[in-house]
């Protein structure tokens, strides 16, 4: 006889849910308890499982729709008897599945001006796009230290791939890491900590020659060599950390390249050759790598890119930076504190343009100060090589046309996803417009059994946002129930000062239906700021006027990355204005900018008016 399955109680309130993944079609035998579908509501994804043994006939809902508690979803047909009770109708009441939240680590920002947009979540059905048929027999052709076979296969080792291979061996997973570079990924090796480690050094270098008005003065000379040679140390214990921490916890490490050649197997090339490894599961972390702009292809002279930057032996007397997003001001305001003069040409009519105008101006009058020059509503549009340096022409939107000198050029015009280097079309993952992965709620792709995490399924393209789904992905495949929840993932610019932002603006919070109420509280304001000679900048947290629940925040300060994590962690505990102002918080200390912006939501702050 024939089961209707209605939607069961989702928990946490929910009374409905968007159905993106059935893990049935007609013709499934399935029993009692079995996984059958995934239902994504705000909160989390319910996995949801078969109340009845007996023989799928339909399944009503398809995937992107939504769906509400009591709803039938699928039917089957129990021959007569659903599983625990003779009726065919059973209460699915008792039915609630398990809600599991993973909890967010931190790092650092690391690519938002790329192309592409957040991911909507698309999940197929096993059995469609191409056809699955367990892993495939090894090929006979070995080479000594790759596997025949793994359970799990990790491509790449930045901070998606090293910490999913990790965490999945700690699950009690066979796992198999392929990096064909380094390990650590461009954070480790070409971002993320060696540019904060040259910022560090800048700093130094800035604050020693221009203390004159407190009395302090000093002659100093920076050798950027041994700046340079510092800062490798630096990568060189990090990244001998990663390999390391993946080895104790029993990952199976490779260095090669890994590209797929069916729906369960991989070709693995090393320096000794090539063999074939079969997997069951797969995730897919490759990252990003910059993007080029036509006839400004790095040489790694005349023309750098950002990796070139961090590898110089010495700062050039003069540096044509393309690009004014984070990672070209961060570059920028490193060297005009070493001394070398700047020019920023940039197409936006600010810096940052990804952000408000509020925080860009705040970052631009600060390198301004730093004697860095800008260009606006410009283009680079070609060079030639000059005895000594460059010359670059740029074009207006106007097309007039200036030429101007450099010792090089530094290109940071964004990053894009590295999709295009492990032969996804051998499974038939399909790319989206801008060149990313479309994964769902837990990083899984259109094959059920291959995963993306990182830059690679698009943004935000961050370091910590990759930790964070290479965990989800791992707890998906050993079985556990995690999802993706982005709402308190923060994100932070290491300029001068600082940008850090989690959750919503004020302009986000009313298009999405609230009614936003915002505290701000000038840094001019804090007695901690004024003793550092740090009051440029602010915190603004915006809330929901109703309920005063802290919906996101934007910080501009000395040690913004640091401070953000008292917002992010109020996101995540659905905290109130209250919570925040209320909370008795160290003076002096900038965090107490943070409790009197929510304070000052409330109308109760006292330092600020």
């Known amino acids: 006889m024939t089961y209707e399955f209605e939607l069961p109680e989702l928990g946490n309130g929910a009374d409905e849910g968007t159905f993106v993944a059935c893990h049935v079609e007609p013709g499934d035998v399935v029993t009692e308890g079995d996984l059958v579908a995934e239902v994504e509501t705000d909160k989390s994804v319910i996995e949801v499982s078969a109340p009845v043994d007996g023989t799928v006939t339909e399944v009503v809902a398809d995937p992107g729709d939504t769906v509400s508690v009591g709803e039938v979803v699928l039917r089957f047909d129990t021959d007569g008897k659903a599983a625990g009770d003779t009726s065919a109708d059973a209460d699915a009441d008792d039915l609630t599945p398990a809600v599991t939240r993973l909890e967010t680590p931190d790092e650092e920002t690391d690519a938002n001006e790329s192309d592409c947009e957040d991911v909507t979540p698309a999940v197929t059905r096993i059995g469609e ?3 699955s048929t367990g892993p495939a027999e090894a090929s006979t052709d070995t080479i000594d230290g790759v596997p025949a076979s793994t359970e799990v296969l990790v491509i790449g080792a930045g901070p998606g791939g090293y910490v999913a291979a990790i965490r999945a061996a700690q ?7 392929v990096e064909k570079d380094a390990y650590g990924g461009t954070c480790l090796n070409d971002g993320c900590i060696p540019s904060k480690a040259l910022i560090h050094g800048a700093d130094v270098a800035h604050e020693a020659t ?3 008005h407190l009395g302090i003065s000093a ?3 920076v050798d950027v060599d041994r700046l340079t040679d510092w800062k490798d140390g630096v990568v060189d214990q990090l990244t001998g950390g990663v390999e390391s921490l993946c080895r104790a916890a029993g990952v199976t490490l490779v260095d090669g390249h890994a590209a797929f050649v069916d729906d369960h197997r991989a070709r693995i090339s090393t320096d000794d050759g090539e063999a074939t490894l079969s997997f069951e599961y797969a995730i897919v972390a490759t990252g990003s790598r910059p993007i080029e702009i036509p006839r400004f292809e790095p040489d790694g002279e005349r023309i750098l890119d950002s990796s070139d930057a961090l590898e110089l032996s010495d700062a050039p007397d003069r540096l044509l930076v393309v690009g004014a997003g984070y990672i070209g001001m961060e570059l920028s305001t490193v060297f005009a504190k070493l001394g070398t003069d700047v020019t920023v040409v940039e197409m936006f009519d600010d810096v940052l343009p990804m952000y408000d105008d509020d925080i860009s101006r705040v970052v631009r009058e600060r390198a301004v100060e730093y004697g860095v020059e800008f260009r606006f509503g410009e283009r680079a549009a070609n060079w030639e090589p000059t005895d000594d340096g460059v010359l670059v022409t740029t074009e207006a939107e106007d097309g007039t046309t200036a030429e101007l000198t450099a010792d090089a050029v530094l290109v940071v015009a964004g990053r894009e996803p590295a999709a295009d280097t492990v032969n996804l079309e051998a499974i038939g993952i399909e790319l989206d417009e801008n060149g990313c992965v479309p994964t769902d709620a837990q990083g899984r792709t259109s094959r059920d059994h291959v995963f993306a995490v990182g830059d690679v399924a698009g ?5 910590h946002k990759a930790s964070y789904e290479g965990e989800v992905a791992a707890a998906a495949i050993a079985g556990q129930p995690a999802a993706l929840d982005h709402e308190a993932m923060p ?9 850090a932002t989690v959750g919503l603006t004020r302009e986000d919070a009313a298009e999405m239906g609230y009614n936003p109420v915002v505290g701000q509280m000038p840094l001019q304001a804090n007695g901690r700021a004024l003793t550092i000679e740090e009051t440029d900048g602010f915190v603004r947290v ?3 006027a109703a309920t005063e629940r802290v919906l996101g925040a934007q910080i501009v300060a000395p040690n913004a ?3 953000i994590g008292e917002v992010a962690l109020a996101l995540e505990a659905d905290a109130d204005l209250s919570t925040l102002a209320g909370t008795v918080h160290t003076h002096p200390t900038l965090s107490e900018a943070i409790m009197e912006a929510a304070a000052d939501a409330r109308d109760e702050a006292i330092h600020t008016h």
């Open 542 to 544: 915006v809330a929901d």
């Open 219 to 221: 002659e100093i000379s």
């Open 210 to 212: 221009s203390a004159e």
């Open 561 to 563: 990355s640091e401070l």
């Open 459 to 463: 943004e935000p393209m961050l370091a």
């Open 171 to 177: 699950l009690g997973l066979e796992v198999t890491l």
């Open 491 to 499: 994100a932070a610019v290491f300029t001068d000062p600082e940008v």
């Open 129 to 131: 796009g191409t056809e």
